[in-house]
């Protein structure tokens, strides 16, 4: 767990207050800690014949039964070379559908449940049995981790840190797949919702309070010239709003594909990721006290 506290500065016009306390924080990272819970619980129950559609109903079973209330977006399952994207050409294709699991196939699950208007947005990557490139996969996303809040405690802009992703997932010899989702974003802002739409109703997936919220922040801050969704383009030539960022480097060899979803806390003057005690970052330790 991160030991950081937010760092207040002086309010300016040019950037907004760190929004939250401490209680606020522990809360987002409480709800953090409950959806990669019921990740991981439903990756444990995965075996073979389970279709993405069926792990997908699972996982909101499991969010709902821990008392979740309402959803940023419907939970997602892709399996096989659909964690890579292969082939993705239209929004629906990102819904769960009915692809079985097989040994060796690796797996992502996707879930953002929201209680008491507090949001997180988490990405569980798996593999049932062995998968060899997924091992090197998942070794090598330690890297984007370090690289992404570096490069935001610099103040780059979204775009800049993009572009720096990019330059890493060429070095590697991968293929960036965050750029498939709409709009291609690797990470959006993350608030307490406040609306006041019926809880649980979505609309092609995304929750009906959600739409309200992200609508009211997309006017908001291109007022002041910046976009709560984080891309490479113009909109994003910005450095990152002090807030949440539900931050997702997705990426991909051939049919293998992998991401981690997490918050990543901006302030004023730094950031930092708002837990390191995540199924991804515990993945990681053995392999650096080797």
Known sequence: MSTHAPVRGTRSA????????????????????LAYACAQRVGDWLGPGVTERQAAARLRRELVAEGVQDFFHIPFAWFGDRTAFRNFRTPL???????????????????????DGYTADIGYAGKLGD?????????????????IVREVRARRTLAE????????????????????????????????TTSR????????????????TLGRELVGERLHGRSPLWADGRSSRHAPTPGLWAVEPHIAFRGVGLKF??????????????????????????AAAR
């Not at 998968?131 to 690289?147: M, T």
Request: charged share 25%; aromatic share 10%.
């Open 197 to 212: 739409g019926p809880a649980g109703v979505n609309v092609l997936g995304f929750g009906v309070r959600t739409l309200q």
């Open 93 to 115: 294709q990102f819904f769960a559908g009915g692809r079985p699991l097989a040994e060796g196939m690796p797996y992502v699950l996707d879930c953002a449940p929201v209680v």
């Open 14 to 33: 040019r950037v907004p207050s760190f929004p939250y306390d401490d209680t606020d924080l522990s809360r987002f990272r409480e709800l953090q800690q």
């Open 261 to 286: 979803e997490e918050l990543l806390v901006v302030t004023e003057d730094d950031a930092y990721w708002l837990d390191d005690d995540l199924p991804h970052v515990r993945r990681l330790k053995p």
């Open 131 to 147: 998968n060899p490139v997924w091992d090197r996969i998942a070794l090598d996303l330690g890297e984007y981790r370090e690289l």
């Open 161 to 192: 840190v993009y572009a720096a992703v990019d330059a890493l997932i060429a070095r590697h010899g991968y293929d960036n797949r965050h750029r498939v989702y709409p709009g291609r974003v690797i990470g959006h802002q993350v608030t307490r």
